[in-house]
Structures are given as C-alpha cells and as structure tokens.
C-alpha cells in the first residue's frame, strides 16, 4: 500500500507565504516524479509544479516566480513553497507522484487526499 499525505495548508492573507509537504510512504522501489496539482471550487484541476527525480522542474505560468517546488529523494518527500500569494490561489492542493512498487513493475500515479490553501483578507 503507498500513502501520499499532504500537509501545511490553511488561511493566509494576499501577499503571504505558506509552504506545503507531501510525504509518500508504503511499498515504494522508486519515484519518478513528483508534482502539485490544484483545484478550485467550479473548475478543472490543474497542474501547478512537477519536479523529476533529477531534479527538473516544470511550473504553471500562473506561479512562476512566486511558488517553488522541491524535493527530498532520501525521504520521499516534496515541498511546495508559495510567495506572494493571490485570492486567485485559493484551491485544494493535491501532491501526486509517479512511483515503482518493485523492481519489475511500471510506475503508476499515486494522489494524496488533498489540502486546502485559502488566500484571502
């Protein structure tokens, strides 16, 4: 069994910061990538950052400049960290990840639960 378990969401105001983590547990061989999605009230999910395993990264044009992803390969663990925060932010975040469960399997998509992130005054 794998868990994906977000935390650090919560209520900031316009022009703030909060930092989200997503640790992934269970059965893992290995992680390719790791990512965050978004979705607010009415509208699709989006992508927000991926991150490989070597460490490229990919963001949404909506926060480049302001969020910045990360990750910590030892503890299967990635980060999430947003500046400058907008009303227009506001969203559950989801961590994903792409991972192997044993040498000879392919990888498959895991999500966590989500955590919600409020940007308002």
């Known amino acids: 069994q794998v868990q994906l378990v977000e935390s650090g969401g919560g209520l900031v105001q316009p022009g703030g910061s909060l930092r989200l983590s997503c640790a992934a547990s269970?059965?893992?061989?290995?992680?390719?990538?790791m990512g965050w999605y978004r979705q607010a009230p009415g509208k699709e999910r989006e992508l927000v950052a991926t991150?490989?395993?070597?460490?490229?990264?990919n963001y949404a044009d909506s926060v480049k400049g302001r969020f910045t992803i990360s990750r910590d390969n030892a503890n299967n663990t990635v980060h999430l960290q947003m500046n400058s925060l907008k009303p227009e932010d506001t969203a559950v975040y989801y961590c994903?990840?792409?991972?192997?469960?044993?040498?000879?399997?392919?990888?498959?998509?895991?999500w966590g639960q989500g955590t919600q992130v409020t940007v308002s005054s």
């Open positions: 994903n990840a792409d991972l192997r469960k044993f040498s000879f399997t392919r990888s498959s998509t895991y």
């Open positions: 269970g059965r893992i061989f290995s992680i390719n990538a």
């Open positions: 991150i490989t395993s070597d460490g490229s990264t």
